[in-house]
Nanobody, 119 residues
Framework: QVQLVESGGGLVQAGGSLRLACAAS????????MGWYRQAPGKQRSLVAT???????NYADSVRGRFTISSDNARNTVYLRMNSLKPEDTAVYYC?????????????WGQGTQVTVSS
């Protein structure tokens, strides 16, 4: 089992910045992939950014160049730095951890943190 606890959400004006944090209950190096997803009202949950245990990153086109995902393995924490925020970034942001085994993978989700960007 892996527990994930998100923090750092809040209300910010357009153009502002926020940093989300996701603390894992076990070593982040043992987690194949960690990432951030978001879900706006009436929309499906979608990928924002991921980072592998090897440090490879991936971003949604809508956030590339504005958001940065990083990990602090000593703290078992993954961060999402969000700059130049737009009202359309408003959503509940969820942290996800995935452990990939030979024939299957396990996924774990955090409870989510609300990000609201006012225009």
């Amino acid at each position: 089992q892996v527990q994930l606890v998100e923090s750092g959400g809040g209300l910010v004006q357009a153009g502002g910045s926020l940093r989300l944090a996701c603390a894992a209950s076990r070593s982040s190096l043992s987690l194949s992939v960690m990432g951030w997803y978001r879900q706006a009202p009436g929309k499906q949950r979608s990928l924002v950014a991921t980072i592998t245990s090897g440090g490879n990153t991936n971003y949604a086109d809508s956030v590339r160049g504005r958001f940065t995902i990083s990990s602090d393995n000593a703290r078992n924490t993954v961060y999402l730095r969000m700059n130049s925020l737009k009202p359309e970034d408003t959503a509940v942001y969820y942290c996800k951890a995935e452990i990939r085994y030979t024939y299957y993978s396990q996924e774990y989700w955090g409870q989510g943190t609300q990000v609201t960007v006012s225009s």
